[in-house]
């Protein structure tokens, strides 16, 4: 039987996969995958919000083009840092 928390990891890694851009897919989905079993109630919250975001945003945040808002600037620096070449 699956957890309440397990069930809602389990549609965010869904979500992170499958975004409107093929580099959020990638960047989200692949974060999602290594990360969210790790976080806690705070850090899936904000995942969570970040998946609500439009992925134009999104990908100008995690490349730098544009700055993110408080809230992401730590979440958007560390899914920066997992962009192949290092995309700030």
Known sequence: MTTP??????R???RAWR???K???MILGGYADAELGNLDAEGLDLFEAVL????????AW???QDEAPAR???LMTELAARVPG???
């Open 86 to 88: 290092g995309a700030r």
């Open 52 to 59: 609500g975001e439009n992925d134009h945003d999104l990908f």
């Open 5 to 10: 928390a397990e069930a809602r990891i389990k």
């Open 12 to 14: 965010m890694r869904i």
């Open 72 to 74: 992401f600037a730590p």
């Open 19 to 21: 975004r409107g851009i």
């Open 23 to 25: 580099e959020m897919d």
């Open 62 to 64: 995690v490349t730098g």
